[in-house]
C-alpha cells in the first residue's frame, strides 16, 4: 500500500471544505546485515526486497551482480508494513569496510544524510557506445509517468525506471524518496538478471550526487531527469562518464555532461 487517506480541510476563493486526500506512505526500515543494523532509512512500503538488494549494492556492500540475497523478515507495523529485515551476506561475499560508512538515520528526501563520508568509487568511468536520440526522451518519460500509479493517487511520490538500448522500459519503481526509487529499479534489475541491459536511468525529480554514483555503479551511462541536477551531480557526472540531462520537460531538455553521446 503505497498510499493512505487522510482526512484535511482545502481553502480556495470557493471557501474552505473537509476532503479526504491521499498521501504518500512513509514508513521506516531497519535493515541489519547478518544480525547487526546497517541503516534506518524511510521509504514507500513496497518492493522492500529490491529496494534492500539495490541499497546495498550501490553502497559497495555486496558486490555480486547475480543472484537474489537471502532476507528475511523480523517486523511487520500493525498495518502490515515491513518494519524490519536482518540481511544474510557469506562472509565471503561481504564489504566489512563499508558497512560502517551508514550508520544513523536515512530520510526520504536525502539519500546522503547518514553516510560519514562521500563515497569512494574505485571503478573506471563509464564508456558506452550507446547513444541517445533527444526525440526519445518524451517518449521514455511518457511510459514512466503511466505507470506512477502511487504519484496519480497522492502527488506525493517520486518514480525511476530503467530502459535498455532500444528504449525498451525495464523496470519502473516508485517511492516517496528519490534515491529510494533508484534502488528499487537497481535492486529489481539485479534480481531480474538485466542490469547490463539498462541503458538509460528516468528520474522523477532532481538529481544529487548520491544519484549519479548509483547510476555509476550500476554502469548506466545515461541519467535522465525532469528537474535540476546539484553542481556536485554534474562534476560527478563529468568525472564518470555518465551522460546527465536534466529538465527533460515539454520537448526541452538541458545537457550537462557528455553531449557527444547524443544524436
Do not use: W
Not at 471557501?15 to 544480525?35: F, R, T, Y
Not at 555486496?62 to 544474510?88: A, C, H, M, P, Y
Request: charged share 20%.
Amino acid at each position: 500500500m503505497a498510499t493512505v487517506r487522510y482526512n484535511a480541510l482545502k481553502i480556495s476563493a470557493r471557501g474552505a471544505e473537509s476532503v479526504d486526500d491521499a498521501l504518500a506512505v512513509e514508513h521506516p526500515l531497519s535493515i541489519a546485515v547478518n544480525g547487526e543494523v546497517f541503516t534506518l532509512t524511510m521509504q514507500t512500503p513496497g518492493k522492500e526486497i529490491e529496494l534492500v538488494r539495490g541499497l546495498l549494492f550501490t553502497e559497495g556492500i555486496i558486490k555480486s551482480r547475480s543472484g537474489e540475497l537471502q532476507i528475511e523478515i523480523t517486523e511487520t507495523s500493525d498495518l502490515g508494513f515491513i518494519s524490519k529485515v536482518n540481511v544474510i551476506i557469506p562472509e565471503s561475499e561481504l564489504d566489512k569496510s563499508q558497512l560502517n560508512k551508514r550508520n544513523l538515520l536515512s530520510v526520504a528526501s536525502c539519500g546522503i544524510c547518514g553516510k560519514t563520508e562521500l563515497a569512494e568509487l574505485n571503478q573506471p568511468a563509464i564508456t558506452s557506445s550507446t547513444v541517445l536520440n533527444m526525440n526519445s526522451v518524451n517518449a521514455m518519460f511518457d511510459e514512466m509517468a503511466a505507470a506512477q500509479s502511487a504519484f496519480l493517487e497522492s502527488g506525493g511520490c517520486h518514480a525511476s525506471a530503467a530502459f535498455s538500448k532500444e528504449k525498451k522500459m525495464l523496470t519502473v519503481m516508485e517511492d516517496i524518496g528519490r534515491h529510494n526509487a533508484v534502488d528499487k529499479v537497481i535492486g529489481s534489475l539485479l534480481n531480474s538478471g538485466n542490469i547490463k541491459q539498462a541503458q538509460y536511468l528516468l528520474v522523477s525529480g532532481r538529481v544529487s550526487y548520491e544519484i549519479v554514483t548509483k547510476c555509476f555503479i550500476a554502469g548506466i551511462p545515461f541519467l535522465l531527469a525532469v528537474s535540476a541536477p546539484s553542481s556536485l551531480a554534474v562534476d560527478f557526472s563529468k568525472e564518470l562518464g555518465i551522460t546527465l540531462v536534466g529538465f527533460c520537460r515539454h520537448d526541452r531538455a538541458t545537457v550537462y555532461s557528455h553531449p557527444e553521446r547524443l544524436v
